[in-house]
């Protein structure tokens, strides 16, 4: 599957933003999806993911409660509500898929191209 994330930009502290990702593919339905972040000097990270019917999402400790991950499998997109974000949200977020529920990167086959969120304090 291919995918295109988009909608990141510059928020203030304690703002909202969505992230989007769009895929192409007739199997999109079938897919586990992610969203992962890389913040300047670490390594990328799971932020969270959401099962292929959209029953099943989980999260990172850090986003719990301020994230919601979501999918539209008829238009063929997932999302990434943001809200209350923080300076330490900042990041590159990169969306991806993968066929079993996992949280390592590595264990995503297809990647989006990354979006760049930056929350100025």
């Known amino acids: 599957v291919q995918l295109q994330a988009s909608g990141g930009g510059l928020v203030q502290t304690g703002g909202s933003l969505r992230l989007s990702c769009a895929a192409s593919?007739?199997?999109?339905?079938?897919?586990?999806m992610g969203w992962f972040r890389r913040a300047p000097g670490r390594e990328r990270e799971f932020v969270g993911l959401i099962s292929p019917a959209g029953v099943t999402t989980r999260y990172a400790d850090s986003v719990k409660g301020r994230f919601t991950v979501s999918r539209d499998n008829a238009k063929q997109m997932v999302y990434l509500q943001m809200n209350s974000l923080r300076p330490e949200d900042t990041a590159v977020y990169y969306c991806a898929a993968t066929t079993y529920l996992r949280y390592s990167d590595y264990e995503y086959d297809d990647w989006g191209q990354g979006t760049q969120v930056t929350v100025s304090s």
């Open positions: 593919g007739r199997t999109f339905s079938s897919y586990f």
